[in-house]
């Protein structure tokens, strides 16, 4: 699993109903930022890279989705670093893939 919903219900000391209430939030907010990250990288607009995989990072992190928070970390820091475009825009392939994983485990319960 890769939400960790015991680590989080016991970290940020909410009730499940709220922390589901989040999770839809973070699902919401997700969508949209990854398509922005797909659209920006054909024009290696490092700085819009960076602030949206930030935003993302920051969103999974407050949840508690690890998987989620380190791999846009890793976007975030080669758009810093301006790394080759290619290896950014295979991580943001990984992040998608992940980030439907998250989806499904949310829409499960």
């Known amino acids: 699993m ?4 015991e680590k989080a ?8 109903e709220l ?33 949206t995989a930030h935003l993302i990072q920051g969103s999974a992190g407050n949840l508690r989705i690890e998987a989620v928070q380190s791999i846009a970390q890793a976007i975030e820091i080669g758009a810093t670093q301006k790394l080759d475009i290619g290896v950014i825009k295979s991580n943001i392939g990984k992040l998608k893939s992940v980030f439907e994983q998250v989806k499904k485990e949310v829409a499960d319960g």
């Open 9 to 16: 219900f016991r970290e940020l000391d909410m009730p499940e």
């Open 2 to 5: 890769l939400i960790d919903r």
């Open 19 to 51: 922390f589901n209430e989040l999770l839809d939030m973070f699902i919401e907010q997700t969508e949209p930022a990854l398509q922005i990250l797909e659209n920006i990288t054909g024009t290696t607009n490092y700085e819009e890279i960076r602030k």
